[in-house]
């Protein structure tokens, strides 16, 4: 699969902060429902790498020229395969997390949170 030269902190949609320690405080009282995040994280970008790889070996084989290892990892997706590949990631991730999401749109909306996080801005 071909990478992307847009750094990950640029993609619409995505919030990342860039220091490890900000990110590991927000699950610090609740540090298994952290991990467990991590881990489902971690199997959501396998199972992405595996779905292109599997997509590499079906355009591969039907292009009827046969492949080997050697093929699989030469191959460089077109532009519109890429976007297509692209655009499954962002639904199964949009699938995995929806229930983050659905929790954090929820504490958006809390009166309670929105003032701790005002009381937290610079």
Do not use: C
């Not at 990342?16 to 199997?43: I, K, N, P, W, Y």
């Not at 396998?46 to 990892?73: N, P, Q, Y």
């Not at 229930?99 to 937290?120: F, T, W």
Request: proline share 4%.
């Amino acid at each position: 699969m071909s990478q992307s030269n847009t750094p990950a902190d640029e993609v619409e949609g995505l919030l990342f902060r860039e220091d490890a320690q900000q990110r590991s405080e927000f699950f610090s009282e609740r540090a298994d429902v952290g991990r467990l995040l991590e881990m489902v994280t971690a199997l959501t970008g396998e199972i992405a790498m595996l779905r292109a790889r599997l997509d590499t070996h079906e355009r591969l084989a039907a292009s009827g020229k046969g492949f080997d290892r050697a093929a699989v990892e030469a191959y460089r997706a077109p532009p519109e395969v890429f976007a297509e590949r692209m655009q499954d990631d962002q639904a199964m991730i949009a699938r995995v997390f929806r229930a983050v999401a659905d929790e954090l749109d929820r504490l958006a909306e809390d009166p309670g949170v929105q003032k701790v996080l005002m009381e937290k801005q610079p």
